[in-house]
């Protein structure tokens, strides 16, 4: 009896959550509806930022309506527009450059953060979190901050970015520090960076880590493979010791994770980096004006004081030491399957934006197919499957990328990879943020991170 009473009020969360998503759907596309004429009449950025913010204001009145009337009918009407106005305008309020300051300020005084702050890595922007004092980076921090007042002094608001190159660093002097290097959701169209950074503190003061967010190329502008060639770059700079300088501490362990489009890029980077030893495999991705995937080949050998390598003789570059999804986008094809046409109505990712972000994400008439293993992982061979660290994937029992999760847990296993799936019970696609609110099941999930990440950064 108790088990059917738990499940009846988990149900009713669902549909709670369902109705709580039609209407920001529903009013989101009244509104571009009601804003289309204004926003393309817009030349300048300060015009089209007024556009934005009036979409938002015309939003919160329609919202008020369909509370009243039903916003079911309407919200399946705009996800199935297939327009990538509807993400952008939908998901990119998230990604407003207010809303990720006021986030990280209000994780800073409300969850007690140490340290809450941004910095540019190889010329790429990241949040960086610790929940406990580190003086260390708390000094880097200052003086980056330092050094940026002197270029606004000198040069107005250009700043100067310094790559970090493919230079082999010496990284014995420096203190060592466990990262949690994190990949936020968004369908590649925005950061979901703050939903994510209250869990994140949570993570790094349970396992004494740091965080790194890295604020990676987004679409319209940046398709693939611009975003995960920035990662790739960031997480060279972290793992072989040119990040140290900067940061004033050298990445001990480091688990990547990844939520929705950021799992798939969770995934993307240990094949980008498998693929890049083998180079029969290796598939350079031309279209990326200003990433490098391929390594210099006389690069040395470079160790720390405890032997362990930041840095391989023939350029590549090791592995993160596990990663960690949640609902992961691994398959951008849109090949139908019984998990995406059951949770086809899911809802935060309905089938119509499923469809609008594998097609902006890789263009049919683009250069690469959506089976390119980098871009979809789901594809990668067994022989690069074969080469990934341990792995855990949350899942949700409606998410229509169950099936591909389930799947690609099932080859990992049969690789030789240590990989475990959880399916959540009424939970929608990418719920990872839903313990702020309080949902038991995301809690519950939450402690099993936790608990996870303190045992992959433990074991030797």
């Not at 509807?86 to 986030?103: D, E, T, Y």
């Amino acid at each position: 009896m108790k088990h059917n009473s738990w499940y009846s009020i988990g149900s009713l969360r669902f549909q709670l959550i369902k109705r709580g998503m039609d209407l920001f759907y529903a009013s989101i596309g009244k509104a571009i509806e009601i804003t289309r004429d204004s926003q393309e009449n817009q030349e300048t950025p300060l015009e089209n930022k007024s556009s934005g913010l009036w979409t938002y204001v015309v939003a919160s009145l329609a919202a008020s309506y369909y509370n009243v009337i039903g916003p079911a009918a309407k919200s399946a009407q705009v996800v199935s527009s297939s327009s990538n106005s509807v993400i952008k305008n939908a998901w990119g309020v998230v990604s407003l450059p207010a809303v990720k300051s006021a986030s990280l300020e209000a994780t800073r005084i409300l969850k007690g953060a140490s340290i809450a702050d941004r910095i540019e890595i190889d010329g790429i922007s990241c949040f960086v979190l610790s929940r406990e004092p580190f003086p260390a980076l708390a000094s880097a921090l200052r003086r980056y901050r330092r050094q940026l007042k002197r270029e606004d002094a000198r040069l107005g608001t250009i700043h100067e970015q310094v790559s970090f190159g493919h230079a082999s660093v010496n990284v014995s002097g420096f203190v060592r520090r466990n990262v949690i290097f994190h990949l936020t959701g968004g369908g590649f169209f925005a950061h979901t960076i703050a939903g994510d950074l209250p869990y994140l503190l949570d993570w790094s003061a349970a396992t004494d880590s740091v965080v790194i967010i890295p604020e990676y190329a987004l679409l319209p502008k940046h398709k693939f493979p611009d975003a995960i060639a920035q990662i790739t770059q960031i997480y060279r700079a972290l793992r072989c010791g040119q990040a140290a300088t900067l940061l004033g501490f050298q990445a001990n362990k480091i688990i990547v994770s990844g939520e929705s489009a950021g799992g798939n890029l969770t995934a993307a980077l240990c094949v980008t980096i498998i693929m890049d030893r083998d180079e029969s495999q290796y598939v350079q991705l031309t279209p990326s004006r200003s990433m490098e995937l391929v390594t210099d080949q006389d690069e040395s050998l470079e160790e720390d004081e405890d032997g362990r390598r930041v840095s391989a003789d023939d350029g590549t570059v090791p592995l993160p030491d596990a990663l960690l999804m949640s609902c992961p986008a691994l398959n951008l094809s849109l090949e139908s399957s019984p998990s995406r046409i059951a949770g086809a109505q899911d809802p935060v990712l309905p089938s119509g934006l499923i469809a609008v972000i594998s097609n902006s994400y890789l263009p049919v008439e683009g250069n690469f197919p959506k089976t390119h293993p980098i871009a979809s992982p789901y594809f990668a061979s067994d022989e690069t499957l074969s080469q990934f660290p341990p792995t855990l994937t949350f899942s949700s029992s409606e998410d229509p990328f169950l099936d591909d999760s389930v799947n690609f847990n099932a080859r990992l296993r049969s690789v030789g990879v240590k990989s475990h799936l959880r399916a959540v019970h009424h939970m929608p696609h990418a719920f990872w943020a839903l313990s702020t609110a309080g949902i038991p099941e995301a809690r519950q999930v939450q402690q099993e991170c936790i608990e996870w990440i303190s045992r992959m950064f433990r074991n030797r």
